[in-house]
């Protein structure tokens, strides 16, 4: 055991001093125990820095990137872990290679948000995505959510879920997006979903666009005008880039507004706080640093492999806490990552999803070790991504 230990954290620091060199900045950082995480004077030569600090009484392996806020040519995105514009499970690596390079050059990614593991969903992300723009999945005010505003500024907080789909009445119905649909609710499916719906039973309107308003695909706070094409009552009804389909469970569909083809749906994506035009945004949680006070924790905390996101005023960091490998690291509770993230200087910051979860991709390299010895497919990914400088 210890001498896979020993062996894994080799081939992590010759990963992590290749992608270091190639970055052109110091490679490593060592901390003693207490230490403060060591940081550079002064702006990031190409916008962003890669550190790995390790505490070898604890023991420790964590990896930070360091962005710079101000240089607009850096931007952070999301993936979908079924590949381009698809909800489903996928290697990190993976994810980040279906990015098709007229977007950018991936420098750095992360994986993402909590997800749900049911059979015919998997990798539902627990809370809000937005990817490039559209709307994937729906947020859950339980937990917290990092998006970036139009002007290019991180945040984060919960994000209610108003969703919802006004009928030729004028009552409405809350829904959800792209998940498992249970008999009592509504969900609206589009084609990040994959091929169809793969419900069973309920009532489920197949919308098209009514050729004269804004259609597909979904954005942010925006109001879609929907004309029914076809309704379903057997389920998994088909989807397309050009359609929706409006999901009823079967309690519900009895008490809701009849509806025939050539009738036009009104489907609100709507939030608190409403989040129109933003274009990047993932759920995750819990908070460890909110307005610049760090967060205090209670009852048992253990330690994991973590992954997280944290900024102030001029930086944003990416940070990967490698564990549950005894003679590399042990890992961090979710107190200890809240005062790292605080050493580092951050007024924000919050936990994504961890354990076997746990991966950092940079240039091309997985530069942290998986818990379970190799890396594991996630729902999602956040990425940054480098773009031509402005003139």
Known sequence: MENKAKTQLG????????????????????LGSGQKPATQSGRPQRGYTYHHDEKPDMPLSIHVLKVDRTRSELEFHTTMGGGSH???????SDQIKAIPSSMGRPIAGINGDFYKSHRSYPGDPEGLQIVDGE????????????????????HRMAVTNQFHVTWPNGSTTR????????????????????????????????????????????????????????????????????TMV???GS????????????????????????????????????????????????????????TAIGWNEDYVFLVVVDG????????MSLPELADYFSKLGCTEAM??????????????????????????????????????KPD
């Open 11 to 30: 081939r992590g620091l010759l990963c992590a001093i290749t992608v270091a060199v190639a970055l052109g900045i110091q490679p490593f950082i060592t």
């Open 86 to 92: 698809l909800l489903g499970m996928g290697l990190v």
């Open 135 to 154: 709307v994937v999945s729906a947020p859950n005010e339980t937990r917290v959510c990092f998006f970036i505003d139009p002007e290019g500024a991180p």
């Open 175 to 242: 829904f959800g997006l792209n998940e498992e649909r249970a008999d009592d609710a509504v969900v609206l499916y589009t084609a990040a979903n994959g091929p169809s719906t793969r419900t069973s039973g309920g009532v489920e309107i197949i919308l098209e666009s009514t050729g004269t308003e804004q259609w597909l695909p979904l954005q942010i706070q925006e109001t879609y005008s929907g004309k029914v094409k076809q309704i379903n009552d057997s389920g998994n009804s088909p989807l397309s880039s050009n």
């Open 246 to 248: 409006l999901s009823i």
């Open 251 to 306: 309690d519900l569909a009895a008490k809701l507004p009849k509806v025939t083809p050539g009738t036009i749906l009104k489907v609100a994506l709507d939030t608190v706080p409403a989040l129109k035009g933003v274009k990047t945004a993932l759920g995750g949680g819990p908070s460890l640093i909110a307005e610049g006070k760090v967060r205090t924790f209670t009852g048992s905390q253990p330690r994991h492999p973590r």
């Open 324 to 331: 549950r490998q005894r003679n590399l690291s042990v890992g």
């Open 351 to 388: 936990n994504l999803d961890g354990g076997g979860s746990t991966t950092f991709w940079i240039y091309g390299n997985v530069v942290n070790s998986p818990s379970e010895g190799k890396e594991r497919p996630a729902a999602n990914a956040l990425v940054v991504l480098q773009h031509d």
